[in-house]
């Protein structure tokens, strides 16, 4: 009988902002964009020996009924610059980057990706996202439009052309010319920067559409999702990793790391106490009633937050909301949430704090390490992206109270056993092309 080796956890950071997370008015909380803030967040994630650290980006301040979209950050530097600074003060954990591939060139943002895997010793990773948003594009020379059904095609041969460029050198520092000929990029050259420490920076994916799965099936290595029970976890888990196989890849292939936050306390009770109290501060009267705007699509500043729902139904493709996705079937949505309210007795402001919170893990240091090796270990992931709550000291607590908890229980790493991210997270290194090419001909 095959005996199953035991999971291990794995774990990263994200650096919060640009959403409903951070509770802004904790006087504990500090700088959104100074570097002491970043470069905090990131050491505490590498002494709790996390994978990475990843940073979220923003093309364009948001923006709601034609104002500034009250929870966007003001002057957030560029991600990439961050991490090549980080890099100089971390020795081991992995430096993550969001990149938009709607509004970027593959030849600029391989050369920059690779720039930092050199200067990292092997630490970078790229967080693919798209955009069909014209109101960001607006920013662009593009004049801001690419259909909603050419984000992920082109996605997908933006990576693959990087993809090309990091292997046009060898690993003993050859450099051999390249051309791409596609739908949607047509170059030819020489790369600049030879083979860098992983051969390919990580690609991590983020989106639970049937697009977005089947995007990271085909071309990612970490998959960042969001659900909210370990059933739903588990269906998600069990349907990305069925898509490998028609992709010659294997379940080991392809990290699932949905993005979690965590509350503790010293009793249950305390625990509870804690969520509850930073729930009210990130949903307010002013963001309980926002979050209903861009449900409906329509100005709803005359309703009182602590009272009953609208009667009507949301205004389809609404533009009250600019810079952000609209959430899918707006109607069956409001429905959901409606229905909610009924159920419960809650008012708009007390369903949008239930309705609309991330996952959590709330409860003693003991019970959050324990239900965390159970998502692991039942299949509902492969570890978890943190999203604290407070920056840039969020991640404290847990790295001090529950990290020594998993590593007693052997759920977690006691030590980086390697120098790259692609070792932190068990991925295989990316085979040389012309080694992939004889493979192929024999």
């Known amino acids: 009988m095959t005996v199953r080796a035991r999971k291990k956890i794995h774990l990263a950071a994200h650096f919060p902002g640009v959403n409903s997370t951070t509770v802004w008015a904790d006087p504990r909380s500090r700088s959104q964009i100074g570097f002491s803030s970043f470069e905090h967040l990131a050491r505490t994630a590498e002494r709790g020996l996390f994978d990475f650290f990843f940073l979220a980006e923003g093309l364009r301040l948001r923006e709601h009924k034609g104002r500034i979209h009250d929870l966007d950050v003001v002057g957030r530097p560029e991600s990439l610059t961050v991490l090549n600074a980080l890099a100089a003060v971390t020795q081991r954990i992995g430096l993550a980057a969001t990149v938009n591939a709607t509004f970027n060139e ?33 920013n662009f020379r593009r004049g801001g439009y690419l259909d909603r059904a050419d984000r992920y095609t082109r996605a997908a041969e933006f990576v693959a052309v990087a993809r090309e460029l990091w292997d046009s050198w060898t690993p003993d520092g050859l450099s051999r010319p390249f051309a791409h000929r596609g739908q949607h990029f047509d170059i030819a050259g020489e790369f600049t920067v030879p083979r860098s420490p992983q051969g390919h920076p990580v690609v991590i994916q983020a989106g639970d559409s049937g697009e977005g799965r089947e995007f990271a099936a085909r071309t990612a290595d970490v998959i960042f999702t969001r659900h909210g029970t370990l059933e739903d976890g588990r269906a998600f888990y069990a349907d990305v990793k069925g898509r490998l196989a028609k992709y010659g890849r294997s379940a080991d292939d392809l990290k699932i790391m949905p993005g979690v936050s965590v509350v503790l306390g010293d009793t249950a009770a305390e625990a509870q106490e804690r969520a509850a109290g930073i729930r009210r501060q990130q949903v307010s009267p002013q963001n309980a009633l926002l979050a209903l705007e861009q449900i409906w699509g329509t100005d709803l500043s005359s309703y009182d937050p602590d009272g009953p729902f609208p009667d009507t139904d949301p205004v389809p493709e609404s533009s009250i909301t600019q810079g952000r996705t609209r959430r899918g079937d707006t109607v069956a949505l409001a429905e959901k949430w409606r229905a909610l309210s009924r159920e419960k007795g809650l008012s708009i402001r007390q369903t949008v704090i239930e309705a609309s919170g991330r996952q959590s893990f709330i409860g003693t240091p003991e019970a959050v390490a324990a239900e965390l090796e159970t998502f692991v270990r039942q299949d509902a992931a492969d ?39 692609r070792s932190h997270l068990g991925l295989p290194d990316p085979a040389d092309r012309e080694e992939v090419t004889t493979r192929r001909q024999d």
């Open 106 to 138: 593959p030849y600029e943002l391989a050369r920059r990706l690779a720039t930092l895997d050199h200067l990292s010793g092997g630490r970078a990773a790229w967080n693919v996202v798209t955009s069909s948003d014209a109101f960001t594009g607006e």
């Open 383 to 421: 570890g978890f992206i943190l999203v604290p709550h407070l920056t840039p000291g969020g991640l404290d607590e847990f790295v001090d109270r529950v990290v020594p908890l998993l590593q007693e229980r052997g759920a977690f790493r006691t030590e980086y056993r390697g120098t790259t991210l």
